[in-house]
């Protein structure tokens, strides 16, 4: 099972700056099963970023995903107040799926 | 529009069984892989099981043997049958689509609104 390790687990920010999630994987991970959620409190899981770099429909381009092989980054360029929210990445591989334990982007 | 409806969470002893339903619209269950992901309260996400169009399994190890996965093509509707259930299956369970493409891409682009299952006696 391939185990992804977020970090850091606390990103303190004020809107208007930028932020960069990491995610890396204990092995080798196919970049075109890497995946990033938003969740907000209370709400279901909201897809980001697929194939590790693809914004999914709707996405602002200010979220941006990049990364291979073990290392993944999620960047925020400019954050915007309804981006505060926990981000989990995810990949599947070898009939498993497994996600990172969330990264969570809080307002300073 | 796509739209799935998980249904039969509750408080349940431990040792006992639960039977989750997610209801879906706007696309076919059975063209699709499916997964069950729930969510302890306070934690991360955790997949459990996925059924694939053509209907094989699999199972994370933390419930293999206690979880069954299924669906009903007639209904629309993916299950999860949960037995010997435990205090730590505790949990927002959702149902979530996945789009697949071997070697192109894998993620799940839509997610159910969860339904809680409690484990207490």
């Known amino acids: 099972e391939i185990v992804l390790t977020q970090s850091p687990g606390s990103l303190f920010l004020s809107p208007g700056e930028g932020a960069t999630l990491s995610c890396r994987a204990s092995?080798?991970?196919?970049?075109?099963?890497l995946a990033w959620y938003q969740q907000k409190p209370g709400q279901a899981p909201r897809l980001l970023i697929y194939?590790?770099?693809s914004r999914a429909t709707g996405i602002p381009d200010r979220f941006s995903g990049s990364g291979s092989g073990t290392d993944f980054t999620l960047t925020i360029s400019r954050l915007e107040p309804e981006d505060f929210a926990v981000y989990y990445c995810?990949?599947?591989?070898?009939?498993?799926?497994?996600f990172g334990q969330g990264t969570k982007v809080e307002i300073k | 529009e796509v739209q799935l409806v998980e249904s039969g969470g509750g408080l349940v002893q431990p040792g006992g069984s639960l039977r989750l339903s997610c209801a879906a619209s706007?696309?076919?269950?059975?063209?699709?892989?499916m997964s069950w992901v729930r969510q302890a309260p306070g934690k991360g996400l955790e997949w459990i099981s996925v059924?694939?169009?053509?209907?094989?399994?699999d199972y994370a190890d933390s419930v293999k043997g206690r979880f069954t996965i299924s669906r009903d093509n007639s209904k629309n509707t993916l299950y999860l049958q949960m037995n010997s259930l435990r205090d730590e299956d505790t949990a927002v369970y959702y149902c979530?689509?996945?789009?697949?493409?071997?070697?192109?891409?894998?993620?799940?682009?839509?997610w159910g609104q969860g339904t809680l299952v409690t484990v207490s006696s």
């Open positions: 995810q990949q599947y591989g070898s009939s498993s799926y497994s």
């Open positions: 706007g696309f076919t269950v059975r063209s699709n892989y």
């Open positions: 979530a689509r996945e789009q697949y493409v071997s070697g192109s891409y894998s993620y799940f682009d839509y």
């Open positions: 194939g590790a770099s």
């Open positions: 059924i694939y169009s053509g209907g094989s399994t």
């Open positions: 092995q080798s991970v196919t970049s075109s099963y």
